[in-house]
C-alpha cells in the first residue's frame, strides 16, 4: 500500500514539474541567459536552500523528541523533509500533499499518533512563523519607508490579519486542533459523511493528537520557542536569497538592500498564500514581485528576473525532491 501511495504521489509530482517547466513566461533562450546572468549566485541560492531545509528538519526532530525517542536518522529525516515540501508545492491546498506523505513515511518508525501530531505541529509551527514574519515586515515599513493612505491601509489589513491568524493559533496550540477541525469538516458539504465516519472511527486517536500538541505549548515551553525562533530565523535568512538578486542587479551590499528584500519576501509570500489552491502558485508568486518590487521603486526588469530565478530554484528542489520519493529511506 505504501509502495502504491508512494508511486501515485511521484506521478502527481512529476506531471507538477512538468507543467512547472512549460509554464516559463520567457522563451527558453531568455531563461537561459537569466541563469547564466545569475552565475554563482544561483550556488549562493542552492547553498542557502539546503541550509533553510536542514534548519526545518532540525525543527521537526525537535518536535518529535518531545514525545519520545527519535530511532530515525537525520538525513533520512531531511530527505523526507525535501520530499514533503516538494509535494506541497506540487499539490493543490499545499498540504493535502506534503503532510500525508510526511506521515506515511514517519508512521514506520514513531507509529501513526506520534508521526501525525509532529508533522500536524511541525505544519502549524511553520505556517506561525510566517505570521510573525509578515508582521516584521509590517514594522519594517513602518520605520523605513514612507506612509500613504494607499499603504497604510494594507499595512492595518496585514496586522489585522496577522494577529487574528496568531490568535487562533495559540488557541490551536492550547487546545489542541485535529478534534475541532474534523469537527468543522463535518459542517462541509461534500465532506460531512466521510469526517463523521472518520471522526467516530478515530475519535480516541484525534484526542490523543490534540494532547501531544497542547504538551507542547503547556509543558514544553523552551522546545516550544526554539522551534519557533528556528522557522523564524528560517524565513528572515530565506530574505537573503531576494537580497542576492537584488545585489546582482546593482543594488548595493547593505542593511537597507536586505530590509527591501525582506519586504519584498513578506508581500510576495503573503499574496501567493492567498492563492494557495493553485499547484506552485503559478501567477500569484509572480505577480507578488512585480508588485513588490513596483512599490519599491524598483524597475518591472527586477521583479520579472527574482521570479524567474526563484523559479528556477523551486523547479530544482521540487524536481529534486519529487525523485527522492522514489528512494527508499532504509537507502540512506
Known sequence: MRNRVRNILF????????????????????????IL????WLVAIVVLW???????TVTWRIILGESGEVPIGFLRLMKITVSGFALNYATP????????????????????????????????????????????????????????????LVLVVTT????????LFLRGYRYGLMVRLIRWMTKVPGLRGWSTRFSERHDEDLHRIDDQIAQLHSQSRVTFYV??????????????????????????????????????????????????????QLGGREGGFALSTGVLGLSGGTGLFISIIIRVRELFFTGLGVMMIKVKNEKI
Open 11 to 34: 506521478c502527481v509530482g512529476l506531471t507538477a514539474v512538468i507543467v512547472m517547466l512549460l509554464t516559463f513566461d520567457v522563451s527558453w533562450s531568455a531563461l537561459w541567459a537569466d
Open 37 to 40: 546572468r545569475a552565475g554563482y
Open 50 to 56: 539546503v541550509v533553510l531545509y536542514a534548519m526545518n
Open 93 to 152: 491546498v499545499g498540504l493535502l500533499g506534503g503532510e500525508p506523505y510526511k506521515i506515511m513515511e514517519l508512521t514506520p518508525y514513531v507509529g501513526v499518533q506520534r508521526a501525525t501530531s509532529s508533522v500536524v505541529l511541525f505544519a502549524m509551527m511553520h505556517i506561525f512563523s510566517h505570521f510573525w514574519y509578515w508582521l516584521t515586515a509590517v514594522v519594517l515599513w513602518l520605520v523605513l519607508k514612507p506612509l500613504g493612505g494607499g499603504m497604510a
Open 160 to 167: 489585522l490579519f496577522c494577529l487574528a491568524a496568531i490568535y
Open 227 to 280: 522551534s519557533l525562533l528556528l522557522e523564524y530565523v528560517g524565513r528572515m535568512l530565506q530574505s537573503l536569497e531576494v537580497m542576492f538578486l537584488l545585489v546582482l542587479m546593482g543594488s548595493l551590499l547593505s542593511w537597507s538592500t536586505y530590509a527591501d528584500s525582506v519586504l519584498i519576501l513578506a508581500f510576495t509570500s503573503l499574496l501567493a498564500n492567498l492563492v494557495f489552491f493553485i499547484p506552485l
